[in-house]
């Protein structure tokens, strides 16, 4: 099947578009990884244009959507699920949603990425790819990590090892997406990885205005 | 194509608005909103907007369908609050909006807020007279525009120098200890009160102030004030009193410079726009004056004078049938989109 992939969680947008069997095996006909900051709104649909137009295809082609679901920062985040919802709605296909961090490199690791105010996202995989741990947020000094890091390096210092800098890719999200790929009407409803909850402190009694 | 059918998304704030017009005719209005979930704060707390967005989007999209009896590949074009608004409610709307624009192969228009509230009065009271006057007034905005043509000149004449008219309103409710929003429950208790009982100050209506321009801040501190000394002399505060008084003070000045607005620019039709615009006491001085001045008042139902996805599509629409260029594929939100770019 053709499957459209998107992901916003990180400063790196990405989106493509691949064909994947039911034996798991993944061939990626066009990706584009587009470093947005926070112009995920604006430069979204741009990439996935352009990369419907570089795999030769037509929307009409498309079978079903995957999505990264976060961890991520709330704002871009949402910007891709609600995309992967509002696409697959318009052309009746199922929407998959996969961990973010599941998406960023392979085998045994501990997979980083920024959540902003210090921390950042993590999880850990065995050898064969499976979570074994988080998702997580954190501060990078209270995270112990054993083996090999994957993502944003810049937080090396902070958790005294070597981050090999790696993104989401569009083989990671198939890769993840594979188990509710084999049944997309049994995908679960797309609902972000917030890890967090909104920030928001009921007022606990009415400021006088004046002094007496 | 004679007349175009438009969707329209909503999300500057807290109310998820789908709506779909054809040509000037409302066919859906479908709203989810999060005002519950907002009330012990005492005010929209954004990302908890923004994710009741998300959350509401698709199920909203299918009941703006359903209602309208269409299905979504019928739609002519598609129109998206672009802003103003709060930047993480607004993006929600706008990428669900480019999505089911880039799914559909429609035309998208990123248009403004506060054009979009002109352009659902024509829903129920057909074209708009050009120019029209507009006093659109909301816990997010308190405006008062000149609308030579509202598909590409939209002017602003006067705006709030502090707290946004709605704002004042939840305020006071919670000084009054009534619940959030306060309009609702300030015009009630109101109807039991007098409204000339306590006389709260007028702001910016001096003879060297900027004459269209509103504030409320200093109106709200001054209810709160009167409302403590009550309260340390260990008396009862006359809720209904406070409340009459209050609102007489907000709909007064309101008023009156719309009025005095259309008398200096010679235009002859006043569009009420905005939640605060389902207040009964400034709809009826509103139509008191505006009979007394010989000017034309239109206001929609109090339903389309907040905000909805309807008030969107009608702006669309419009834009469709003036021939105004869709979007830029990179369209993205502005939180504080000027008044005069009615579409971006
Ligand atoms: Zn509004």
Request: with cysteine.
């Amino acid at each position: 099947m053709l499957v459209f992939a998107l992901d916003t969680a990180t400063p790196t947008l990405v989106a493509g578009l691949a064909r994947w069997t039911p034996d798991g095996a993944v061939e990626v006909l066009a990706e584009r990884a587009v470093p947005s900051g926070n112009r995920h709104a604006e430069l979204l649909s741009g990439a996935l244009t352009e990369a419907l137009g570089a795999a030769g295809c037509a929307l009409a082609d498309i079978d079903a959507v995957v999505t990264g679901l976060g961890p991520g920062p709330f704002t871009g985040l949402r910007v891709g699920v609600v995309t992967a919802a509002a696409l697959a709605d318009a052309r009746g296909l199922p929407a998959v949603g996969v961990c973010s961090l599941d998406a960023i490199g392979s085998g045994a690791r501990t997979v980083v990425t920024d959540a902003r105010r210090r921390e950042v996202y993590w999880a850990a995989y065995a050898g064969d790819g499976t979570r074994t741990a988080g998702p997580g947020v954190v501060r990078p000094e209270e995270l112990a990590v054993s083996g090999p890091v994957v993502g944003d390096a810049r937080f090396a210092e902070r958790l005294g090892a070597d981050v090999t800098p790696a993104g989401v890719t569009t083989a990671g999200l198939l890769g993840a997406a594979a188990p509710q790929l084999t049944d997309p009407p049994s995908a679960a409803p797309l609902v972000p990885l917030y890890l967090r909850r909104p920030d928001a402190v009921p007022p606990t009694s009415v400021k006088p205005v004046s002094q007496p | 194509m004679t007349e175009p059918l438009v969707l329209g998304f909503e999300t500057s704030c807290d109310e998820t608005g789908v709506g779909l017009v054809r040509g000037r005719t409302l066919l859906s209005d479908a709203l989810a909103t999060s005002v519950g979930e907002h009330e012990r704060f005492g005010g929209v707390v954004p990302e908890i907007a923004s994710r009741a967005h998300l959350e509401a989007m698709v199920p909203t999209v299918h009941r703006a369908l359903a209602e309208a009896g269409v299905r979504a590949r019928d739609v002519d074009a598609i129109a998206v609050t672009a802003g103003p608004g709060l930047t993480g409610a607004l993006l929600v709307g706008l990428a669900a909006a480019k999505a089911y624009a880039l799914a559909l192969d429609k035309p998208l228009y990123g248009v403004n807020h506060l054009a979009a509230h002109v352009a659902v009065d024509e829903l129920q009271h057909g074209e708009l007279a050009e120019p029209s006057m507009a006093l659109l007034v909301s816990g997010g905005h308190s405006s008062l525009l000149l609308v030579p043509d509202l598909a590409r000149e939209v002017q602003s004449l006067g705006r709030t120098v502090d707290d946004a008219a709605g704002e004042a309103f939840d305020k006071v409710a919670r000084v009054l200890g009534l619940p959030f929003p306060g309009g609702p429950p300030i015009d009630r208790a109101a109807r039991e009160g007098d409204p000339a009982a306590i006389d709260f100050p007028r702001g910016l209506t001096g003879p060297r102030d900027a004459p269209y321009d509103f504030s409320f801040s200093g109106l709200k501190t001054a209810v709160a004030r009167w409302v403590e000394a009550r309260q340390r002399a260990g008396e009862p505060v006359p809720v209904a009193d406070v409340a009459a008084s209050f609102q007489e003070a907000v709909a007064d000045v309101l008023t009156a410079k719309a009025v005095r607005a259309c008398r200096d620019s010679g235009v002859d039709h006043l569009v009420l726009g905005g939640g605060v615009a389902a207040n009964s006491r400034l709809r009826a001085l509103a139509e008191e004056r505006c009979a007394a001045a010989g000017i034309v008042l239109r206001v929609p139902s109090p339903r389309l004078c907040t905000d909805n996805g309807a008030m969107v599509a009608a702006l669309g629409s419009r834009l469709v049938r003036a021939g105004v260029a869709p979007s830029a594929p990179d369209l993205g939100a502005d939180s504080s989109l000027p008044v005069d770019v009615v579409t971006r």
